[in-house]
């Protein structure tokens, strides 16, 4: 990073809520010991809690160029390291054990005399972190008694404890290990309370998160890590899975991940690596769900949270989600992912998350066939809008290619159905027919309709009915879009063709009930005419020299799979009949 760079992810790291943050390698080069004095010399960059960190191997002229780094910080923890493993001290070091504690000590009562000693330095608050590094793979003997002396140099107090930060510099073994000599140290290291431990650990067995969860448990203090686990090799414990795994068992972490996105945006243009699509918590893909088992779940959870009522304080509980995904700033849409893999919950819910049409479970195991067809056919994931697209056309929602309701009457119709008793009685109110009388354009022509039904929908399928168009009404749903003056009526209407088991959907929208269902109902038989391209239009007028079987009203009579089978309004008799052609055919 530059110094630009390491500005924005500093000031990030603050406004997230971290109180030690290690900013800086200040010998290393000029951007480094630069960006550390303008951190210390900029007002109001640090906020007066916040520690300043630096990190120095135990070289006396770089601990010197170190610490003139931070002259006249508030807050500063010097940081020294210094290997104790075999393998470290004779490859690298070519020490011994004396040697190396003899140098850690030298190192540290020198550190402490430009420091703390140090009357010039009296407007800093010293901290001083000692890493025995590689202690993972150190005799643990051997660590805690260059701790010991090392602690001896330094004098810690109480109130400004010494932190011994413990290091996996590579991790070398199960986590339970590494969470056995942390406890070691914590049990045998002397003076525990003037000792805050901390933990460093490493990926390179991809259980850093597993290592320092246990190792706290195992009696630590601290944790050292980068955000989404950016480090040498497989990189440094990560942060925010350590955070949010606090998080979502119910400890808030202190740390501020609401915004998630913009967090990933300067992590990755800083450190210039993506953060993995199904990296915990953070990856774009992790709050996703592609299969349709786990889309069916998820919908039906956020469903039961609705009809809860449930706020942000009802305890979360929703299949295959182990948090709000909100929590981190991650919106509902994103959730559910379509592709050939997915089933009927998944693509319901983008339809009522877009829509807000709730589709009756026939009509999402329909809708989902087509939505499959298409995914196999272009070979990758739908998207939202694409799936919405597809349900408008398939639907007929935005515009009825074939059928257009121009203009309508429903009336009710005292003479389709006497009552029992006799004509010229009174009927009840409860056997009044309706009438549909309206004008339908279909491809173009306007047809002038009249049939009559129990209902306004059952009129309007024996008004269609005389054009050959045999839809029986086989299940029904309506609920409210919206609220208020705006609310608006969602229709479903499943059709079956007479004679067949051919099953048709409609849906109608429409601010007035009645007519969302008559536009179901052109909805569905726009449907079963483009299932049947050939068919002729007109379709199957009825012969109108068929006087034998006419009614006593004169109109055609019923066959029996005429009638609708279910629906709001499906009883008994219907009939229906051609009137004038208003154009044409
Ligand atoms: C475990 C960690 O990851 S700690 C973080 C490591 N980060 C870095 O190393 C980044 C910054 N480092 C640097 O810029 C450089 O390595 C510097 C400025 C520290 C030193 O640069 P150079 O003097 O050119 O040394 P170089 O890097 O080539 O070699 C390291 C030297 O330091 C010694 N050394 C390594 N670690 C330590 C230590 N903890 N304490 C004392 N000496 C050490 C090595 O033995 C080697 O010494 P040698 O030259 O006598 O053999
Ligand atoms: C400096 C030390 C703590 C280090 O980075 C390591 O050992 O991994």
Known sequence: MDGDQKWRYFQMLVKLGYKEIEVSFPSASQTDFDFTRKLVTTPGITPDDVWLQVLSPC?????????????GAKKAILHLYLATSPCFQ???????????????????KYARSLTKDNPDQEGTEWAYEFSPETFSDSNMD??????????????????????????????????????????????????????????????????????????????????????????????NVDLVTLGLNLYTQGIHPKIDFSDIKSIIDIVEKSNKIPVHP??????????????????????KGFQVRKAQKATAETPWQIPYLPL???????TYEAIIRVNSQSGKGGVAWIILRNLELDLPRGLQVAFSRIVQKQADAVGRELLPNEIVKLFTEAYHIEKNPRFHLLDYDITTDRSASPAPGGMGKTQSTKNLKRRFSGVIEIDGV?????????????????????????????????????????????????????????????????????????????????SFLASRPSTPIPFRPRPSNNTENLTPSGLSPLRPNDAPQSGPDSQSHVVGHVDEKVNGV
């Open 446 to 526: 306007e047809h002038k309709l009249r049939g009559v039904g129990n209902g306004a929908i059952s009129s309007l399928a024996n008004a269609l009915r005389t054009l050959g168009i045999d839809l029986d009404i086989a299940e029904y749903k309506e609920h409210a879009i919206g609220e208020g003056k705006d609310v608006k009526a969602a229709t479903y209407i499943e059709c079956t063709a007479s004679g067949s088991s051919q099953k048709v959907w409609g849906v109608g929208i429409h601010e007035d009930v009645v007519q969302a269902s008559l536009v179901a109902l052109l909805s569905a038989a726009s």
């Open 59 to 71: 070289r006396k002229e770089l601990i010197g160029r170190t610490v003139d780094s931070l002259k």
């Open 90 to 108: 004779q490859i690298v070091f070519n020490m011994n054990n004396e040697e190396s504690k003899a140098l850690a000590v030298e190192c540290t």
């Open 142 to 235: 051997f660590v805690l008694d260059v701790c010991e002396a090392v602690k001896a140099a330094w004098e810690p107090t109480v109130e400004n404890p010494i932190i011994f930060n413990l290091p996996a510099t590579v991790e070398m073994s199960t986590p339970n290990v590494y969470a056995d000599q942390i406890e070691y140290f914590c049990r045998n290291i002397s003076e525990r309370e003037k000792i805050s431990i901390s933990l460093h650990p490493h990926n390179d067995r991809g259980c850093a998160v597993a290592a320092a969860e246990l190792a706290q448990m195992a009696g630590a203090d601290r944790v050292e890590g980068t955000l989404f686990g950016n480090g040498e090799r497989t990189g």
């Open 324 to 330: 709000d995904p909100q929590d981190i700033g991650r």
């Open 278 to 299: 199904r990296a915990p918590y953070g990856g774009q893909l992790v709050v996703c769900a592609f299969s349709g088992s786990h889309q069916d779940a998820i919908k």
